[in-house]
């Protein structure tokens, strides 16, 4: 069995691609839009990975 967290690319059935991303449990923590191809599924994640420790966190009024 594959370790958690991770990010998992699935695609719709409309032929789009998503990601959700697992924690340590194997729960979905978050979930992408869509995108037309797989690379830019890819370039979603790679994102995420470089952005998220430096995002910073707020609190809906």
Known sequence: MASHPKFL???AKDGQF???LTAKN????ASS???TTK???ENGI???KENAP???????A
């Not at 194997?26 to 923590?29: D, E, F, Y």
């Not at 430096?54 to 809906?60: G, S």
């Open 9 to 11: 690319i699935k695609q």
């Open 18 to 20: 998503y990601f959700n």
């Open 26 to 29: 194997g729960q979905v923590i």
């Open 33 to 35: 839009e869509m995108y």
């Open 39 to 41: 690379a830019a599924c």
């Open 46 to 48: 790679a994102s995420v």
């Open 54 to 60: 430096n995002a910073e966190t707020e609190e809906a």
